[in-house]
């Protein structure tokens, strides 16, 4: 089917239907399991060959890692496809090749593909599957020489994970996703720990205890190389805010250096200097900071580096936090640096609402005052006339609305639950 031209649909048309055909799969649920996306990526022939594969796994910072490892590859003169998820904005801003994000048409043509090779289906494949085919697909036809790509939830049986990459990647793991990846830090580790392959290289973050234990007899089982990296890197400066970007940076720089990568002298600084990675201590000014922390771990780390770049100036912070999340465990450590709660009515259906996160947040901040609004706009207001600093933070669906709302277009979000 051709998208565009006299026949056919205009472009935006077209992605605008192929995609309200995508989000419906959501109907589908979370399917975790190989079958289908490996029966896909064989239909469809992919990944290319000769394209060197990066994954990366993790609870926090995974990101930010496939960030700074695409913008060092670019720097380095290879083109880079870069895979990550959730998207802020638009779904478009998940598939990008040279820091471009992929087409409306590109969208349109792929996505009119795959829904008539998988139309009669069973199982049908998931939103997350096809999303995954979808940007094999595309960074086969742009020829990427190096592909970077986030897991989108545990690993093990996570659509990326059929595959075969060069190098794997760990960042931090905590808790999060616990219905689907277990209750203990050793099962989710577990988890994680299912993109080792045999013989391919792994790069990790430090780990607690009981998850490096997993990750050593996982590795050691595989005969896969491992390394922990325990320092931060120094040697440069980095765009992004907060010393555990540092960390980060760490990981990312023993990743490529694990693929053999041919690096081009200075583009390891000229890289990180150039990253960007929305919503993650994001600055939209000098008052006002978007971060899309979404668990504990995640916003243990966020009070920390609100406090260097605020000198312990407490935040108003306004708060969106989905119902699958650990809300009382988010609040209590944001509690260290707010001054006030402020909870709007978030556009997600998965949010918890106002009315409920306000009992949840004075029972785990008894002594920090909470407001309830009608919606982020009025809530941003409301900061705003505190003359304190603003800190909208507690899921990354959030974080877009919010970036909408900053710019101008509060109904330009592209939603959808993955």
Request: aromatic fraction near 6%; charge should be negative; include cysteine.
């Amino acid at each position: 089917m051709k998208v565009g031209g006299a026949s056919g649909p205009r472009p935006a048309a077209a992605y605008g239907e192929t995609l309200r055909w995508l989000f419906d799969t959501q109907l589908f649920g979370i399917k975790l399991g190989l079958e289908s996306i490996e029966r896909l990526l064989r239909e469809l022939n992919l990944p290319a060959r000769d394209q060197r594969i990066i994954h990366v796994a993790g609870t926090n910072g995974k990101g930010s890692v496939c960030a700074m490892i695409d913008s060092i590859c670019r720097a380095s003169g290879y083109r880079s496809g870069l895979f990550t998820s959730p998207h802020l904005v638009t779904y478009r801003e998940r598939i990008q090749v040279n820091g471009r994000m992929i087409s409306q048409s590109q969208v349109a043509g792929g996505l009119t593909t795959i829904r008539e090779l998988v139309r009669d289906w069973e199982p049908h494949p998931t939103f997350f599957e096809i999303t995954t085919a979808l940007a094999l697909q595309h960074f086969k036809e742009e020829q990427c020489d190096v592909i970077v790509l986030e897991t989108g939830m545990g690993g093990r049986l996570d659509a990326t994970n059929a595959i075969m990459p060069v190098v794997s990647a760990i960042t931090p793991i905590d808790y999060d996703h616990q219905k689907w990846l277990g209750n203990s830090l050793a099962e989710i580790a577990a988890e994680k720990a299912g993109i080792i392959k045999a013989g391919v290289p792994v790069v990790s973050a430090e780990q607690p205890p009981e998850a490096e234990a997993i990750l050593r007899a996982k590795a050691a089982g595989c005969g896969a190389p491992l390394n922990f990296v325990t320092s931060r890197y120094d040697a440069a400066s980095i765009s992004l805010s907060g010393a555990h970007q540092k960390q980060n940076a760490a990981v990312a720089v023993a990743a490529i250096e694990a693929a053999q990568l041919e690096l081009q002298d200075g583009t390891i600084a000229q890289g990180l200097e150039d990253v960007r990675w929305p919503a993650r201590f994001q600055r939209w000014d000098d008052r006002i900071v978007i971060d899309g922390g979404h668990n504990p771990a995640g916003a243990r780390v966020l009070a920390q580096t609100w406090r260097e770049a605020f000198n312990d100036e407490p935040a108003v912070v306004i708060l969106a936090v989905l119902q699958d999340k650990d809300a009382r465990g988010i609040i209590r450590a944001l509690s260290a640096v707010a001054r006030d709660f402020v909870l709007p009515v978030a556009r997600s259906e998965r949010a918890i609402p106002p009315t409920e996160l306000v009992t949840i947040a004075q029972a785990a901040a008894p002594n920090v005052p909470v407001t309830i609004l009608p919606s982020f706009t009025a809530a941003l207001a409301q900061a705003r006339s505190t003359g304190r600093p603003i800190l909208i933070t507690g899921s990354l669906h959030f974080a877009g609305e919010a970036l909408a709302a900053l710019n101008g277009d509060p109904d330009d979000v592209e939603d959808c639950l993955q």
